[in-house]
């Protein structure tokens, strides 16, 4: 199943006892990596979560070339409105060249990404960086607090 898929898959769950939950960025890399595995570009994605870390829906925000995706802001936060129950999200993205590393862009994204969802009392839990069967967390690189 492609990674659009299953984000549309994801949105369609609408029995609450039925959500995914996660605890940390391992888990959330073990639930996605599959889809992010071998995309040959770059694809950042955001998932929105209830307040128990229940994943309620996702949505692919941008797609990118070989080395790089911009976000729109304006996109990013339409796309988190338009599900109920929203109360913190993950943002994602892959790197096709395997190499986790966050790039001055992946960090200054996640920056304004962070100073919007504390104006609009939401919790960016993370901002995972997928790799070859790797991945980076900015939350546990201490980026996000």
């Known amino acids: 199943m492609s990674l659009e898929k299953q984000l549309e898959e994801i949105s369609k769950q609408t029995i609450k006892r039925n959500r995914y939950r996660f605890c940390d960025s391992k888990g959330l890399f073990e639930y996605f990596n599959k889809y992010f595995n071998n995309l040959e570009q770059e694809v950042f994605t955001v998932v929105t979560c209830d307040c128990k870390n229940g994943i309620i829906g996702g ?76 991945y980076c967390s900015l939350r546990d690189m201490g980026i996000i607090r």
């Open 59 to 134: 949505s692919i925000i941008g797609l990118g070339g070989i080395v790089e995706v911009r976000v729109d802001i304006k996109i990013l936060f339409r796309k988190i409105f338009s599900f109920s129950g929203v109360t913190s999200i993950v943002v994602m993205h892959n790197h096709p060249s395997g190499d986790t590393t966050p790039s001055s862009y992946d960090l200054d994204i996640t920056k304004k990404i962070s100073a919007a969802c504390e104006i609009l009392d939401i919790r960016l839990l993370d901002h995972i960086i997928f790799g070859e069967d790797a």
